[in-house]
């Protein structure tokens, strides 16, 4: 079965993640050995590090991988056990969002399975991008890294929280299941309301748990899946609340979908936000037309 | 001359000082001619000999000392001839009346004492003017060499401005000592004069004349010898306290009306001020002035209080729109107009006004609804009314809603055509109030709930009754009524599908002139564009197929010459699906019926369908027939055998009627042909045997064995009701003075939906407006393929403008829906921009 791509296209960290640490691609070189990367030959050049990427794969499969392969066929893709092995192996937690991180790094469409083309693909353009030699412990430094990103890096962490949508939803739907979701919320923007305790990024501000707020609004209101543009525009929105928590930003000409200008509205209702003072509603975005 | 002058100046020169002496005899001539002029003797002098002597003077080079002699007597003159005059004028108690406005002094003695002193200064005005031009002329060549070399004011503007100075100017003394302000001549004449205009406008009659003549006095006199031109006296000094005295009248009487008279009163009297300030400005002061009067009463008398005014109860602009009073309009429009030329004031009033009544129409027709459902309970059943309370009340409420529906037209045209009175006689077909107008329309129409519905039913009722009642040209005028309603729907769509469901009824139940139809439905197609109406020409269209079909068919028929007697003339009409409305199309009113079993068709109807079908086929293979079992009828003819054991009345012989039902009627009544007299069929027989809908055969046996002309079954229990248990049997003894007899359609009237069913309506009405939301969203995306938010929302309302008003909630969600559908997509860093996704 071959693994569904992205519509995304790329799911690497983009390379603003590595210019904000310490460790720049040109740090990585020297400290990880340039003869490697310096002296490849034409056809490894093309190739990249994927022979020895495919062996590392290999070494991940285990019995009822290769059973449910078939004999003698090469195996393809690896099951939740192997995988969760993989993740742990990796030094990423597989309880929380740790889990995503490396999922992502290998192109991951589901959360119980790796394939080998993504994993292959995966850290084949990492090697493009960042020279990251393809063995176990180059690996382990570099999802670490990642992981250490996660909180401080929006940009990636976007790309992290909006992969997740396509892990967490069943292949044959469009949308997250409500509960997925809210696990999901939990795992990335969790507060200290939360059963997992603290995320990466915890969706509150001074005085506002939004993350509680938005998890009761949900429980009271919402009653159907979650699709990609509420997954995606509730980070966004999170993003703005954490700035702005009279939610003085918002505006319902603003193309917020349906279901955050209902909790913008809950919020107001529950005391949770004042409504802005007539007149001095709008906060940046406002670029309201009279019709 | 010049040229000679220049010659023999140098001559000259000595001979100058010897004419030093010749000076004091010219200027002696001089001053006894002038002396002569000031006291009117000047019939005795000679204009040539003043005139050379002063020539003479000039010459010598003397114009400065005379130019100054002539002054300086004038001045004397003033002194002592001029001033004593004026001053016996200027009496204490002219003082004190005109200046101090002590009281108790009517204004009689006023006017007589204010006249008196204007009568004085005009008359030394009227001597001084006349002597000033004589000596000018006199001393022309004064002015024409001296005075124009030396760029001094001219003689005659010198000696003429004496008089502002010593008379206008000129201090109140003796007569004045216990004033503290220092007043002067000009302040009394000014008194006077505004206290005369006063007395005038409170109805006095005044000396016109004599006032007109002082300002004509101030309008010729200048602030300086210089006489620049808008420093006239008048226009310096006379004409803004004018114009605060005549602010000050009008605030006071402003105010006065406001607490004692009505609009009406107010409107009359400010046009009337405005005319009597003007006719003031040409007879009396000066016509300078007539603009500038003009706006003080503009501002202090109507726009001061122009909201209290038009307030009023009982004389405002309220009223005057209830009660008609196009008078009161044209003049308040007239005076609205001068003060403000958006008349936001009249507009604000004229739109709330517009919206009151239209809701009282509204409200007026909740009103009327009870009453005319009992006046209809009445009516219509003449029996049993109390047993069966449950049917009146389930069958009158369309009535009364048709009834409603027409009422609510009417009464709104009727409005409709006040306003556009009051707007042609009184506001001049004024384009701002006229949209204005409009708009509140508009808006109270569409606020209205049933609007689009109500204005269908009122063209189907006259378009129905048009047939028999009303002339071409009366039918002419409704459907131009209707088109005026019709621009004012904004949701077009709702009114599209009431509409083709009315035209449908009519059109399959022939109740109406096809070429009537076809005039309203091209008016609407001129008014609202060939989309609205394509259905509509679609219905046309089959309606003439399908007769052309019906008789071709027939000759087919006939050419086979197969006469067989049981031959059923059918007379088709072969629908588009498209093109009617699912109602008239079977697909069942109520939802999640789904497509209906068709009924059982007698096996003679069966064989005329195979056959018609084949027929049909011939020319048009691969379609699909579908017989809508709901929409059709039938006449059947029926024979009633005479009845045994009567030998006279009608029952003795036998009797044949041609009975019209409804295609279910007939399927019905078919059944009875099988039966053997005396037997009968309950209501579940019959509806195994025929697979009728229950309801619909409720009403059909209904109208066969309730409605006493044609009651051809017999009903047990005889109940009104059809009750599921009934048992019906064949009614022997039927007897109708009408050979042709229509079976009534019970309930089958087109009128005004249920509760329940134009909640259906609006919910159908919503899915559609989905679509086309979302088509109207992705062809513009397709179009410009990225585009923010509020710029999409708009350009869709924009788009859709002509057909219905979107809600921008609605819009929201269809564009989430799009989104979660993956036709477009957020921008990346812009999430208020969407992308479309080809």
Known sequence: ????????????????????????????????????????????????????????????????????????????????????????????????????????????????????????????????????????????????????????????????????????????????????????????????????????????????????????????????????????????????????ETLGFWNEDQAWPGVIDDFVLWCREQGIAKAPAPGAAGGEEMDVEDY | MASRTNKIRPIRKPITNRD????????????????????????????????????????????????????????????????????????????????????????????????????????????????????ADVLMYLDRVYTLETKQPSLFAVTIGLFRNNVLRSHIGAAAEDIEQDFVVFDILCAVILDLINMERDGDIINRNLVRKITAMLESLYETDDEIENHRLYLTLFEPRYLEASTEFYRKECEKLVQEANCSTWLRHAQRRLNEERERCGTTLSIMTTDKIASVVEKELIEAKLDVFLAMEGSGLKPMIDNDRLDDLSILYQLISRVDSTKSALKVILQRRVRELGLEIEKALKNTDFSVAGAATGDGEEAGEAAEKAKPQTLNPAQQQTAAAIKWVDDVLQLKDKFDRILSDCFCDDLLLQSAITRSFSDFINSFNRSSEYVSLFIDDNLKRGIKTKTEAEVDAVLDKAIVLLRYLTDRDMFERYYQKHLAKRLLHRKSEIHTEKEMVSRMKSEMGNHFTSKFEGMFKDMELSKDLTDNYRDHIASLGDADYKTVDLNINVLTTNNWPPEVMGGGTSKGEGAKPDCFYPPEIKRLQESFYKYYLKDRSGRVLTWVSSAGNADIKCVFPKVPGKETGPLSKERRYELNVSTYGMIVLMLFNDLVDGESLSFDEIQAKTNIPAPELMRTLTSLSSVPKCRVLLKEPATKNVKNTDKFSYNAQFVSKAIRIKAPVISSISKVEGDEERKETERKNDQTRAHVIDAAVVRIMKQRKLLAHTKLVNEVISQLMGRFKPDVPLIKKRIEDLLAREYLERVEGDSSTYRYLA
């Not at chain 1, 949508?165 to 999901?184: R, W």
């Not at chain 1, 990335?188 to 509150?204: A, C």
């Not at chain 2, 130019?67 to 016996?88: G, K, L, S």
């Open chain 1, 1 to 244: 079965m071959r693994p569904r791509r992205m519509r995304n296209g790329s799911l690497l960290p983009s390379s603003s993640l590595l210019a904000t640490t310490d460790f720049t691609p040109c740090a990585f070189a020297m400290l990880h050995g340039a003869p490697h990367t310096v002296y490849m030959n034409d056809r490894e050049r093309k190739r990249g590090p994927d022979d020895a990427l495919n062996q590392l794969f290999d070494r991940l499969v285990g019995d009822e991988d290769r059973a449910a392969a078939g004999a003698g066929k090469p195996v393809e893709a690896i099951g939740a056990e192997a995988a969760q092995a993989y993740i742990s192996s990796m030094g990423a937690n597989i309880e929380n969002v740790e889990a995503f991180v490396v999922l992502e790094i290998v192109r991951a469409d589901s959360i119980g399975q790796i394939t080998r083309q993504g994993f292959v693909e995966g850290w084949s353009s990492i090697y493009l991008d960042h020279r990251i030699p393809a063995d176990q412990a180059h690996h382990r430094n570099y999802v670490r890294m990642c992981i250490q990103n996660l909180p401080q890096n929006p940009a990636y962490f976007k790309k992290v929280y909006q992969f997740a949508f396509g892990l967490g939803k069943e292949p044959a739907q469009k949308a997250l299941e409500k509960d997925v979701a809210l696990v999901f919320w939990d795992l990335f923007l969790g507060t200290e309301s939360s059963d997992t305790g603290l995320g990466p990024r915890p969706w509150k501000s001074k005085n506002v748990d939004w993350l509680g707020a938005w998890k009761r609004f949900l429980a009271e209101k919402w009653t159907r899946s979650v699709n990609k543009d509420m997954w995606n525009q509730t980070l966004a929105f999170a993003e703005k609340t954490m700035v702005d």
């Open chain 2, 20 to 135: 030093q002496s010749e000076f004091e005899p010219c200027w002696a001539l001089l001053r006894d001619a002038m002396t002569d002029i000031h006291l009117q003797n000047a019939g005795r002098l000679s204009f040539e000999q003043l005139y050379r002597a002063s020539y003479k003077i000039v010459l010598r080079k003397k114009g400065a000392l005379l130019y100054e002699r002539v002054r300086d007597f004038e001045q004397e003159w003033f002194r002592d001839h001029i001033m004593p005059n004026i001053a016996a004028l200027i009496t204490k108690n002219l003082i004190n009346i005109s200046l101090l406005q002590h009281p108790g002094s009517s204004s009689h003695e006023r006017r007589e004492m204010g006249e008196k002193f204007l009568r004085g200064i005009r008359d030394s005005w009227t001597d001084h003017n006349r002597s000033m031009n004589m000596i």
